[in-house]
């Protein structure tokens, strides 16, 4: 059981370069999420989604795509990467509701920058 | 809209001495759920406790402890006798209480513990 798992850890781009970053979770979770890391800012809601096929916008949305076309994966793609877009990106996992919000269970994170 | 604050960016103390990590939150919802999470410096988050907004009991967990108080909006979290393993990022985090709320987190901007020798 690996959990959530994303990649790359580390990853630089160049300004105007695309990329997907990857998420993968095998506790059969139907709600994944997409936070990203800054200093002084705590974490921010990218994206999130409460099944296969099912997506919306949180916070910090512009600038990020997501599709989940199955239950495991939920990658977060960057359409033209800008330097405001290096952070630490998160994903998240959680299971349905049992009568209690569950917790959040999240990857390594991925470091991201941009030049 | 929902806020966290978590006014104390930065925290230091030595080994054994007890301190106290402050949250104070905002939101229009009568049914919310408050959470804390450790980053340590190997950089993952790490869950420690789930509240609801209907309990406002403290918990103890061996040497960690948690004060809801919904009269002041703070759930503040008090580590006893502290160890240098505690030294993180200590986040305060909230979601509505309804189905998929875990999924939709607002944190605040987390406090640096740091517990010297």
């Known amino acids: 059981n690996a959990g959530v798992t994303q990649t790359p850890k580390f990853q630089v781009l160049k300004t105007g370069q695309s990329m997907t970053l990857q998420c993968a979770q095998d506790m059969n979770h139907e709600y994944m999420s997409w936070y990203r890391q800054d200093p002084g800012m705590g974490l921010r809601l990218i994206h999130y989604s409460v099944g296969a096929g099912i997506t919306d916008q949180g916070e910090v949305p512009n600038g990020y795509n997501v599709s989940r076309s199955t239950t495991e994966d939920f990658p977060l793609r960057l359409l033209s990467a800008a330097p405001s877009q290096t952070s630490v990106y998160f994903c998240a996992s959680s299971y349905e509701w049992t009568g209690v919000v569950p917790e959040a269970f999240f990857g390594q994170g991925t470091r991201l920058t941009v030049v | ?117």
């Open chain 2, 1 to 117: 809209a929902q806020k966290v604050t978590q006014a104390q960016t930065e925290i230091s103390v030595v080994e054994k001495e007890d301190v106290t990590l402050d949250c104070v939150y905002e939101t229009r919802d009568t049914t919310y759920y408050l959470f804390w999470y450790k980053q340590p410096p190997s950089g993952e988050l790490v869950f420690l406790i789930r509240r609801n907004s209907f309990d406002e009991q403290n918990e103890i967990s061996g040497r960690y402890s948690w004060n809801f108080q919904k009269s002041t909006s703070s759930f503040n979290f008090t580590i006893t006798a502290s160890q240098v393993v505690d030294s993180a990022v200590y986040f305060c985090a909230l979601s509505k209480g309804v189905t998929g709320g875990g999924n939709k987190l607002t944190f605040g901007t987390g406090t640096q513990l740091k517990v010297e020798l």
